[in-house]
């Protein structure tokens, strides 16, 4: 049997992810279904079209998107979670003066990935739903592909959980490239490259 690297990657990633979801509230609503999660990436696949088919560069579009991800994506966990060891060294101020650096640092990443990808330059067809893959307690992970003009699509899977108490997207992987474990790393060796100090860290996320 043939295995694909992508495959591989994706159980990689989810099992990093286990590490960030852990950490939630678990919901007191029912467990999450497929049809909710595949809704949830639906919408949130809508707005991003809308925002990146629409005119400006991504600089422009990336206080929208975060607005975006504020709304269908668990922002303050994931923040959380990229800090690292670092988190429980940060007063509560410093804590959310980080979630919020972070927050503009991340939509500014995807604002230029997603107008790559499906606004600019080959540009995109829209997105193809896929199949649904349930991951446990870590949630359900949605796959989907944005089609381009003369171009092979972008796989990008989405991780949907209710454990918050709410549905919201936990990660985003494209490619199979997780966001959270990249911006783990990244942001470690942001960290690192400043000696440790978490202000400093903060002012270049927030610049």
Do not use: C
């Not at 950490?23 to 707005?47: C, F, N």
């Not at 494209?174 to 903060?202: D, F, H, P, Y």
């Amino acid at each position: 049997m043939q295995i694909d690297r992508r495959d591989l990657l994706g159980r990689a990633a989810l099992a990093v992810i286990a590490g960030a979801t852990a950490g939630l509230a678990p919901s007191l609503s029912r467990a999450l279904s497929e049809d909710e999660a595949s809704a949830h990436v639906r919408i949130t696949v809508s707005e991003i079209l809308a925002l990146v088919g629409g005119p400006g560069d991504s600089a422009s579009k990336a206080p929208r998107l975060l607005a975006i991800m504020k709304r269908n994506a668990a922002m303050p966990q994931i923040a959380r979670f990229s800090a690292g060891i670092a988190w429980r060294g940060m007063n509560e101020d410093q804590q959310t003066r980080f979630v919020a650096a972070f927050g503009t640092f991340i939509s500014r990443i995807y604002a230029g990935r997603f107008q790559k990808y499906a606004g600019g330059g080959q540009a995109g067809e829209g997105f193809k739903m896929g199949r649904v893959i349930d991951a446990g307690r870590k949630g359900m992970l949605v796959k989907t592909e944005i089609i381009r003009t003369g171009a092979a699509p972008v796989e990008v899977e989405w991780l949907v959980t209710d454990r918050p108490g709410r549905v919201v997207i936990a990660d985003i992987i494209i490619e199979g490239v997780s966001m959270l474990i990249t911006q783990r790393e990244e942001i470690g060796a942001r960290l690192e490259a400043r000696g440790g100090n978490v202000e400093k860290l903060i002012a270049d996320l927030a610049a």
